[in-house]
């Protein structure tokens, strides 16, 4: 055994022991690149991250080129930084089951926080509900934002019915990091609950969500007054 093995042994253990909770940015990078580069010393490597990209999160969330450009990080290293926070998402969202009762915004927002966690794009992704608020199926509709012309209210409609909905959730992104909802949200979603209530199926909630945040619609009353201006 190398010093950098005992090194490593020392790291792996104190983790063990204690989590990550006296770990430094690079000391956690550090430890995970132990597994993409396993027989190199990564500290340097670690600290350079860091120091290029100026946090652990802002590391993980750097494109691939950019991460190949800082010297000691190949394409198989860039991968796996790339697939931390996507692993721990897909994590996250498996914590989530389809027996779940979505009958609150707040549960509704737990629900559906951690579906957005690393996502650097807008995204809108639609809860399906029984006559309880029993999940039936929660799907990824659109990639892009959900005022764009490419957001297709049709194709809410259609999705809702072939699940046999009695309601929906709808829930999207803000990249900006401020979860407060925009004039053209309040807009495709007044036209989103029309659509739906055509068929005889109610929106129930439409969710923002912004890091760890989010804003629910309907405890804004925005669809008691809609309905009062319908």
Same mark, same amino acid.
């Given at each position: 055994?190398?010093?950098?093995?005992?090194?490593?042994? =020392?790291?792996?253990? =104190?983790?063990?022991?204690?989590? $990550?909770?006296?770990?430094? *940015?690079?000391?956690?990078?550090?430890?995970? $690149?132990?597994?993409?580069? #396993?027989?190199?010393?990564?500290?340097?490597?670690?600290?350079?991250?860091?120091?290029?990209?100026?946090?652990?999160?802002?590391?993980?969330?750097?494109?691939?080129?950019? $991460?190949?450009? %800082?010297?000691?990080?190949?394409?198989? @290293?860039?991968?796996?930084?790339?697939?931390?926070?996507?692993?721990?998402?897909?994590?996250?969202?498996?914590? /989530?089951?389809?027996?779940?009762?979505? *009958?609150?915004?707040?549960?509704?927002?737990?629900? $559906?926080?951690?579906?957005?966690?690393?996502?650097?794009?807008?995204?809108?992704?639609?809860?399906?509900?029984?006559?309880?608020?029993?999940?039936?199926?929660?799907?990824?509709?659109?990639?892009?934002?959900?005022?764009?012309?490419?957001? /297709?209210?049709?194709?809410?409609?259609? @999705?809702?019915?072939?699940?046999?909905? %009695?309601?929906?959730?709808?829930?999207?992104?803000? @990249?900006?990091?401020?979860?407060? #909802?925009?004039?053209?949200?309040?807009?495709? @979603?007044?036209?989103?609950?029309?659509?739906?209530?055509?068929?005889?199926?109610?929106?129930?909630?439409?969710?923002?969500?912004? *890091?760890?945040?989010?804003? /629910?619609?309907? *405890?804004?009353?925005?669809?008691?007054?809609?309905?009062?201006?319908?």
């Amino acid at each position: 055994m190398n010093i950098h093995d005992g090194h490593r042994e =020392r790291m792996k253990n =104190r983790f063990l022991e204690h989590g $990550l909770e006296s770990f430094d *940015d690079h000391n956690v990078l550090e430890l995970l $690149l132990f597994y993409a580069l #396993p027989r190199r010393d990564v500290n340097p490597l670690a600290h350079r991250l860091v120091e290029k990209f100026g946090s652990l999160s802002a590391v993980f969330d750097a494109p691939v080129d950019e $991460l190949k450009s %800082t010297p000691g990080v190949g394409e198989n @290293t860039a991968v796996f930084i790339k697939l931390l926070p996507q692993v721990a998402r897909r994590y996250m969202m498996s914590r /989530s089951s389809f027996e779940d009762i979505l *009958d609150s915004s707040k549960k509704a927002g737990d629900y $559906l926080v951690p579906r957005f966690y690393a996502e650097r794009d807008e995204v809108v992704y639609m809860v399906c509900l029984d006559a309880k608020c029993k999940v039936l199926n929660c799907k990824l509709l659109f990639r892009g934002s959900v005022n764009a012309a490419g957001v /297709s209210i049709r194709k809410i409609v259609e @999705t809702a019915l072939s699940y046999n909905s %009695t309601s929906v959730i709808l829930a999207h992104n803000h @990249t900006s990091g401020i979860a407060l #909802p925009s004039r053209e949200d309040m807009d495709t @979603t007044r036209r989103v609950a029309a659509a739906l209530a055509a068929v005889d199926i109610t929106l129930f909630d439409h969710i923002i969500v912004a *890091d760890d945040d989010f804003v /629910s619609l309907a *405890d804004t009353g925005f669809f008691a007054s809609a309905g009062e201006n319908t």
